[in-house]
């Protein structure tokens, strides 16, 4: 006895949350794919990115400036970061760059709740896309629909750039073999950098972006931390189709399942990843190499 | 490695906790703080031996630390169980058999993979505590009323129940669990846990069964988190359901770190540390809500300056103060003895009592190997007879490492059999085949690169003494039968015995590549596969690793790749040829050397297609 | 041995570890549980931190709230009314003499402090907080809760310590209910009573056999609302609940639980969603356009609800709550409250904050009244149930669960262009007496465990 209406408002929910999914984790994995790093304070960039925009929002009154300063600012928090903190890690276990970035992760929230305090902030939505929109089976937030439509477009801007571009080839490069990039006579260094301050925008990008759907706060990071690696674990790691397919299947594995449990759904995110895990090794689309 | 003075590392653990009641007191501890660090330390100290020693980074400990305690809570709040010490040892063994099963999906993937399913599984036994179970584990309330231990003697009953008797009972459970801890990391399994962390491809060539002990260690740290997870409940009265979340796992991992991982200790250290902060900054400096700010920057700084946290920071500093140069001579090549010792001590195994076999040692039919469209290997027909000494040579891309990785049964062939005495072994794993009695040294150097060479051979000749797995986790190392002996004679072997002691990161290149070979040849194999041996080394390095193969060569089978024309053709009794990954041409030295196909593929290369 | 004296050495004077020494020995006591020493101070056995922690000329209380997380902002409200409440105790303020004649400059004499710490709302980390506090510094009172899983741990734990607890905020109907305990006290309103109160209101407004969708936090206050008020509308009035949407607690998201409400035929949303996650709900509900289409109740009102949702999206909205500043002008110690507090803090108390408040004037009253800091006899005088004076009028306790009989305030939300001032948020309706709204003291379970 499924509620016909429902499934198809689910399904559709289940689009847009994944299509933000999809841009947080292809963030991560691009990160994860070229510089070895698991980057664990993605979620306080994802923090941060709203927070930036909401400051910029409250001085000019307009989104867009928002949106470009929210992302501008993640992407030099990032690119800061991996020049004063990560860069020293390369040489380090894997698991000094969990913690350090663990430890950052921290850090960036509490230091927000030092100067904002917990309470929430909302970014109202611009004007323009305020509303509802009838869409036959439901009626649908317009702003919802319109950061869709946003999310698609920034991930379209992505793929461009790394498949489109010279530096998206030698990022790409990078991720199969950066001793080799190094070996080609590029300065691996100044590439890693900008994959980190790009990898870091996506997640701010889609902070603010967000911040008129669910309002912000310094704790909203941390859910979306943990959906992101399952993402990227069932995606692939270090694959930008993956972390959008991935993502896509999160987002319609959460929907559909709240559809008759809401309890269960985060849960059988778990459960899809560990399944992944076991049968598909790597990913649905991943290759082996980095572990 | 802890030294090896036993005893006197339990002897300072237990004055120390006779001592904490009268010193910390005067630090601003209260009696639930050193209780509570006590919990921390004991749920550290598995921790530890999973990521300190075995280097498994796992977020997902408070999954056990919650089963644990909620299984003994239970017992004792909605069961009537009587004996509180019986609640906890059940509580634990619950958590261990859980820690067993998951570890068994967990460790199917490593790294960073292996961290996230931990963090799956953690979030899943929350959520099941939270909701489904929610009828035996209470919800979000947890379970209130855990009384408190008392054990009957007989003529009298000591009841725990005041602050000070429960550190009684906590720090004693404390030392047990210390004592035990440093039993296991000092036996056998705890040598071969850090050997896996150090280079696990390695550790498993040598013949061990790598993930049989992973799992051990995950059990390991499973039955350690759920002691610990029922002593909170008793601590407080009340198991919380907090114990189950990812932010337990998470200040578990940090308080390792900040203490410093790999020393059993830490964890202790860093949950001092902690608790003191948090309540320092929230009561007397009354930062409120900014504690955990000031904590996660101490965490990063020590991070980033502390490698090996507190305990390593210590240690550097009282090795900085006592000075740097007890070790022995600088990092040359001390000039080798040119006679080479005899080598009856360091025959094959003792312990294979095969039947003799007559037909070739090793045999590769059809083997062929294709990544994608390419065909590294095609179609291999290959055999060495017992006792030969066989050299393998080829221009670069000919596939003569993706041959050998075969060989070994690291890399599964696309098609064709390999036969090893006349067993087929092409469906075998590495470590059962070490175990068989065939094992490989490696072109670029896989050691044990944080020990001694003397501990570089203990490990693989552990593999030797005892098989693919062995649980003697409460046996001290230097109570294995044989092992002495064999290590000895191994390092007498490639002339390594005045240099044992000295950290790898010191050996001279070439020492470094006697010690792969000597790894090789502590397993005892029967037929050794040599890749490159002579790569990188100086003329008079060649001589001597010449001789020394000449010496290893006696009584063995051995397969050699190598490029130094001079050096195979002087060692090999016959020699094979590989082209485009296919035999080019198969006989002696002489033969060989006047094969045009031989030369043409090494001048040429066209004429072949 | 001079030359090795460290500096701990010189503080540990040998009467000081022949006492530790004492202190750990007699820790293997075979003496049973109940008295570990024999320090008796004035005519009571020593229990909990008595005589302890009133034998000097201060008391400490332990308040352990919530400062970060869901419920953050609500638990800062709180502390600010201990804080106003403590001190106008130690200054023998003319409100507080006016619910505890007896206090004058301090409480027995004593100067009362204040010791806050943060729970993040979990209960494990609550307790913890309160266990330093009274090893530390013997606490006589302990408070805090904004989670009911906070206050069924606190109570339990103030059952085992032989200390007093008064709840924060707890809307649970088990925390005097089947968690009730000896040692613990709750002032404020809760899910049976708001469900009997705005009950009425709803039905005489709205008519009968009506489709509600609720949505649920899941933990045991939003189960316990949420089955009150379903079983009162559903009793009394026919209303069909169409679909109970249960979130965890801290989501972010509601977008799924919102696409099965709206799709679920219901006229009326009833959120039980507290904190940080009933804003975020409202506010998503109304970008799928379920507000204003269905009317939205909040039976168990949160502070600073209309404040961060922004007043649109509260106007029209009924709700049930503990307090709310307009009452000043109903009740003249609502007026010394509110004045008191604003100029303080610059803001008009929520209830949360007057909850806190009340719960210590109580607290002062009845130790004041009792003469003592000996816990059971201040038990028994909360218990003798006597009726005093609070800013909703007066009320006493029931002795046989703990809970205080005081009513219920109904509001409505007002519309943006209604407020006569900024924080004019909402509309007293109703004062409804609370005696008729709570269920019969045995029907929950409550059994009030032993004095000591």
């Given amino acids: 006895?499924?509620?016909?209406?429902?499934?198809?408002?689910?399904?559709?929910?289940?689009?847009?949350?994944?299509?933000?999914?999809?841009?947080?984790?292809?963030?991560?994995?691009?990160?994860?794919?070229?510089?070895?790093?698991?980057?664990?304070?993605?979620?306080?960039?994802?923090?941060?990115?709203?927070?930036?925009?909401?400051?910029?929002?409250?001085?000019?009154?307009?989104?867009?400036?928002?949106?470009?300063?929210?992302?501008?600012?993640?992407?030099?928090?990032?690119?800061?970061?991996?020049?004063?903190?990560?860069?020293?890690?390369?040489?380090?276990?894997?698991?000094?760059?969990?913690?350090?970035?663990?430890?950052?992760?921290?850090?960036?929230?509490?230091?927000?709740?030092?100067?904002?305090?917990?309470?929430?902030?909302?970014?109202?939505?611009?004007?323009?896309?305020?509303?509802?929109?009838?869409?036959?089976?439901?009626?649908?937030?317009?702003?919802?629909?319109?950061l869709l439509g946003i999310v698609i477009v920034a991930l379209i801007v992505l793929y461009l750039v790394l498949y489109r571009t010279r530096i998206g080839m030698i990022v790409r490069a990078g991720i199969e073999d950066s001793a080799m990039v190094d070996a080609l006579g590029i300065d691996v260094y100044k590439v890693f950098m900008l994959v980190f301050g790009i990898g870091a925008m996506a997640a701010g990008f889609a902070g603010i972006v967000n911040a008129p759907v669910v309002s912000i706060a310094p704790d909203v990071g941390e859910a979306i931390l943990v959906q992101t690696f399952v993402v990227v674990v069932i995606g692939g790691v270090g694959s930008f189709p993956g972390a959008v397919l991935g993502g896509l299947i999160a987002g319609e594995i959460i929907s559909i399942t709240s559809m008759f449990n809401p309890g269960y759904s985060y849960v059988m995110l778990f459960v899809a990843m560990t399944l992944v895990l076991v049968l598909r090794p790597y990913g649905l689309l991943g290759t082996a190499g980095r572990e | 490695m802890l030294r090896r003075r036993f005893f006197i590392i339990e002897a300072l653990t237990a004055v120390g906790l006779i001592a904490a009641?009268?010193?910390?007191?005067?630090?601003?501890?209260?009696?639930?703080?050193?209780?509570?660090?006590?919990?921390?330390?004991?749920?550290?100290?598995?921790?530890?031996?999973?990521?300190?020693?075995?280097?498994?980074?796992?977020?997902?400990?408070?999954?056990?630390?919650?089963?644990?305690?909620?299984?003994?809570?239970?017992?004792?709040?909605?069961?009537?169980?009587?004996?509180?010490?019986?609640?906890?040892?059940?509580?634990?063994?619950?958590?261990?058999?859980?820690?067993?099963?998951?570890?068994?999906?967990?460790?199917?993937?490593?790294?960073?993979?292996?961290?996230?399913?931990?963090?799956?599984?953690?979030?899943?036994?929350?959520?099941?505590?939270?909701?489904?179970?929610?009828?035996?584990?209470?919800?979000?309330?947890?379970?209130?009323?855990?009384?408190?231990?008392?054990?009957?003697?007989?003529?009298?009953?000591?009841?725990?129940?005041?602050?000070?008797?429960l550190y009684v009972f906590m720090a004693f459970w404390y030392f047990v669990g210390i004592v035990i801890g440093l039993r296991i990391v000092r036996s056998p399994v705890g040598a071969i846990l850090s050997a896996i962390r150090d280079n696990p491809l390695r550790a498993s060539a040598v013949g061990h069964n790598i993930h049989a002990y992973k799992l051990t260690a995950f059990v390991i740290a499973a039955a350690y988190a759920g002691f610990a997870g029922g002593l909170l409940g008793v601590l407080q009265a009340f198991m919380p359901p907090d114990a189950f979340t990812f932010e337990t796992s998470g200040q578990l991992v940090m308080q390792t770190a900040i203490g410093g991982a790999g020393t059993l200790f830490g964890p202790l250290v860093g949950a001092t540390v902690w608790l003191y902060l948090s309540d320092f900054f929230q009561t007397t400096l009354h930062l409120g809500a900014t504690w955990k700010l000031v904590l996660g920057v101490v965490f990063v700084v020590l991070v980033c300056f502390l490698r090996r946290g507190i305990i390593g920071g210590l240690k550097d500093l009282g090795l900085w103060l006592a000075g740097r140069r007890w070790r022995g001579s600088p990092a040359e090549d001390a000039p080798a003895p040119v006679e080479v010792p005899r080598l009856a001590s360091v025959g094959p195994s003792r312990r294979r009592n095969e039947k003799p076999f007559l037909g070739p040692a090793l045999e590769a039919r059809g083997l062929t190997k294709r990544f994608g469209g390419l065909i590294a290997n095609r179609d291999i027909n290959f055999s060495v007879g017992q006792g030969e000494l066989r050299g393998i040579i080829g221009p670069n891309g000919a596939g003569k490492s993706t041959f050998f990785k075969m060989l070994t049964c690291e890399m599964r062939p696309t098609s064709g059999r390999i036969f090893f005495h006349g067993r087929d072994i092409t469906d075998v794993k590495v470590a059962r085949v070490c175990q068989l009695g065939l094992t490989k040294s490696y072109q670029v150097n896989q050691l044990f690169s944080r020990l001694t060479p003397r501990q570089n051979i203990v490990i693989a000749a552990l593999a030797e003494r005892r098989g693919t797995f062995s649980l003697d986790l409460l046996r001290r190392i230097d109570r294995v039968p044989g092992l002495d002996t064999q290590v000895e004679a191994t390092l007498a072997m490639v002339s390594l015995t005045a240099r044992a002691d000295v950290p790898v990161v010191e050996l001279a290149y070439g020492e470094k590549r006697r010690l792969e070979i000597g790894l090789a040849l502590a397993t005892s194999p029967s037929l050794l596969l040599l890749d490159e041996p002579l790569a990188g080394m100086s003329p008079h390095e060649r001589k001597e690793t010449v001789l020394l193969l000449k010496n290893i060569a006696r009584g063995r089978t051995l397969v050699v790749v190598e490029h130094d024309m001079d050096a195979i053709f002087e060692l090999a009794e016959r020699i094979t040829v590989l082209h485009e990954g296919a035999i080019l041409a198969e006989g002696t030295p002489a033969e060989i050397q006047r094969n045009s196909l031989v030369q043409e593929a090494y001048l040429g290369g066209m004429a072949a297609a | 041995m001079a030359h090795c004296q460290s500096p701990f050495a010189r503080t540990l004077s040998r009467r000081a570890m022949l006492r530790q020494a004492a202190l750990v020995t007699a820790g293997f006591s075979t003496l049973s549980s109940r008295f570990t020493s024999h320090a008796w101070a004035g005519d009571h056995p020593a229990i909990g931190t008595y005589p302890a922690g009133s034998s000097g000329d201060t008391v400490n209380i332990g308040a352990a709230v919530p400062r970060t997380g869901s419920y953050a902002v609500q638990g800062e409200d709180e502390l600010k009314g201990w804080q106003l409440a403590v001190e106008h105790i130690n200054s023998g303020d003319a409100l507080i003499r006016a619910i505890a004649p007896k206090v004058t400059k301090g409480l027995l004499g004593k100067k009362v402090n204040l010791l806050a710490a943060d729970s993040g709302a979990k209960p494990n980390q609550a307790v913890q907080e309160i266990q330093t506090f009274i090893n530390q510094h013997k606490i006589v009172l302990m408070t805090g809760s904004t989670s009911s899983a906070v206050a069924v741990a606190l109570n339990k734990f103030a059952q085992r310590e032989k200390v007093l607890y008064v709840t924060g905020i707890s809307g649970s109907n088990d925390t005097t209910g089947k968690d009730c305990v000896r040692y613990g006290f709750r002032q404020n309103f809760y899910g049976e009573t708001a469900a009997n109160a705005i009950g009425p209101l709803l039905v005489k407004q709205f008519g009968k056999n009506r489709k509600a969708a609720f949505m649920t936090p899941d933990y045991t206050y939003g189960h316990t609302v949420t089955k009150s008020v379903n079983d009162y509308l559903g009793k009394n009035a026919g209303w069909e609940m169409v679909t109970n949407q249960v979130s965890p607690l801290g989501t972010q998201d509601f977008s799924q639980y919102l696409t099965n409400i709206a799709n679920s035929g219901a006229e009326f949303l009833i959120n039980v969603n507290w904190g940080r996650d009933a804003v975020l709900s409202i506010q998503q509900a109304k970008q799928f356009g379920i507000l204003p289409k269905m009317t939205l109740v909040v039976p168990y009102q949160i502070p600073f609800l209309a404040k961060e949702t922004g007043a649109g999206l509260t106007a029209g909205v009924l709700a049930a709550t503990d307090f709310w500043w307009t009452l000043q002008d109903k009740y003249p110690l609502a007026k010394m409250f509110v004045e008191a507090f604003d100029k303080k803090y610059g803001y008009k108390p929520e209830w949360g904050a007057n909850n806190a408040y009340m719960s210590f004037a109580i607290w002062a009253r009845m130790v004041s009244e009792a003469g003592s800091f000996y816990p059971p006899d201040i038990i028994k005088q909360y218990e003798k149930g006597e009726t005093f004076p609070s800013t909703v009028g007066d009320v006493h306790f029931r002795k046989e669960d703990h809970q205080l009989v005081r009513p219920v305030v109904i509001v409505r939300g007002k519309k943006p262009s209604d407020m006569k001032n900024k924080e004019d948020y909402w509309e007293v309706l109703e004062v409804v007496p609370g005696e008729a709204l709570m269920q019969k003291p045995d029907a929950f379970g409550c059994n009030l465990g032993d004095y000591t």
């Fill in chain 1, 1 to 146: 006895m499924v509620n016909w209406p429902n499934f198809i408002s689910q399904l559709f929910n289940g689009l847009v949350l994944g299509a933000l999914l999809a841009l947080i984790s292809s963030g991560l994995t691009i990160i994860y794919g070229t510089l070895g790093v698991l980057n664990l304070a993605h979620g306080a960039m994802f923090m941060l990115g709203g927070y930036a925009g909401w400051v910029a929002y409250t001085y000019t009154g307009s989104f867009i400036v928002a949106l470009v300063a929210g992302s501008l600012f993640v992407m030099l928090v990032g690119v800061v970061m991996e020049r004063v903190i990560i860069r020293h890690f390369y040489a380090r276990p894997h698991e000094d760059q969990l913690l350090v970035t663990f430890g950052l992760g921290i850090v960036f929230v509490e230091t927000v709740r030092f100067f904002f305090g917990s309470l929430s902030q909302s970014v109202p939505a611009p004007p323009p896309l305020v509303g509802i929109t009838p869409l036959g089976f439901m009626f649908y937030p317009t702003y919802r629909l319109a």
């Fill in chain 2, 21 to 165: 009641p009268f010193v910390l007191p005067h630090l601003g501890f209260s009696p639930t703080t050193m209780n509570r660090i006590l919990v921390w330390g004991l749920f550290g100290i598995g921790f530890d031996i999973l990521f300190g020693f075995t280097g498994l980074l796992s977020f997902g400990q408070s999954a056990l630390f919650g089963t644990g305690g909620f299984v003994a809570a239970y017992l004792l709040t909605r069961m009537d169980f009587s004996s509180v010490i019986g609640a906890l040892i059940i509580g634990t063994i619950a958590a261990t058999v859980v820690g067993f099963f998951v570890g068994l999906i967990a460790l199917r993937r490593t790294g960073i993979y292996f961290a996230m399913i931990t963090v799956a599984i953690a979030e899943v036994f929350y959520f099941v505590e939270f909701n489904p179970l929610s009828e035996y584990t209470g919800g979000e309330n947890g379970l209130p009323g855990v009384p408190t231990p008392s054990l009957n003697l007989g003529i009298t009953t000591i009841e725990f129940n005041s602050d000070w008797s």
